[in-house]
């Protein structure tokens, strides 16, 4: 914790294929809370990687409907760093339902661009250890090519 007591984190946020048109405004909402993009990829999933990605839920009911949806389209990855990125994030996020963040959010990110329960705009990490095998998924720190992501993120 810093002097202030909170705690500066890492999670993954990705914008689901329903939501990528939307992707400016989502970084406007990051923005006003305090949320630093500090990696970032537009990419589409194959089947197996959304598996893969989502393999936690695999016993659930809507397991099929979610790999599907999620390798429906173009996703868009990003790693945030701020105070208590993880909650914060979900926060921001609202409720898995749309519907339901539609009631009690209205301001979040699956009120304003979700479709559904399912198609419901983002994703965050929920705890700080699949935040690191998370950020690992989309952005390797070894065996990949091209540029590394190595950027540093400054204050302007
Ligand atoms: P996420 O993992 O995507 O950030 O969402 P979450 O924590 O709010 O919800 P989670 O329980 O982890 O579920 C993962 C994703 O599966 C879809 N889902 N559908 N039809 C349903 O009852 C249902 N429940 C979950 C959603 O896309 C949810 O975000
Ligand atoms: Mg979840």
């Known amino acids: 914790?810093?002097?202030?007591?909170?705690?500066?984190?890492?999670?993954?946020?990705?914008?689901?294929?329903?939501?990528?048109?939307?992707?400016?405004?989502?970084l406007e909402m990051l923005h006003a809370a305090n949320l630093t993009v500090t990696k970032a990829k537009m990419t589409k999933l194959t089947w197996s990687q959304a598996a893969d990605f989502y393999k936690e839920h695999q016993s659930k009911p809507f397991y099929s409907n979610l790999v599907q949806f999620m390798s429906s389209g173009p996703v868009v990855a990003m790693e945030l760093m701020g105070d208590e990125a993880i909650v914060a994030w979900r926060r921001l996020l609202g409720?898995?339902?749309?519907?339901?963040?539609?009631?009690?959010?209205?301001?979040?990110?699956?009120?304003?661009?979700?479709?559904?329960?399912?198609?419901?705009?983002?994703?965050?990490?929920?705890?700080?250890?699949?935040?690191a095998r998370e950020v690992e998924f989309f952005f390797p720190s070894t065996g990949s090519h091209g540029p590394a992501n190595t950027a540093q993120y400054t204050e302007c």
């Not at 500066?8 to 294929?17: G, H, I, N, Y």
């Not at 339901?100 to 979040?108: I, K, L, M, T």
């Open 1 to 26: 914790a810093n002097q202030l007591g909170s705690k500066k984190e890492r999670t993954l946020a990705m914008v689901k294929p329903d939501a990528v048109s939307k992707l400016g405004d989502i």
């Open 95 to 131: 409720p898995t339902d749309s519907a339901v963040a539609r009631r009690e959010a209205q301001h979040s990110v699956r009120a304003c661009f979700g479709t559904d329960g399912v198609q419901n705009a983002g994703h965050g990490s929920d705890s700080i250890a699949a935040a």
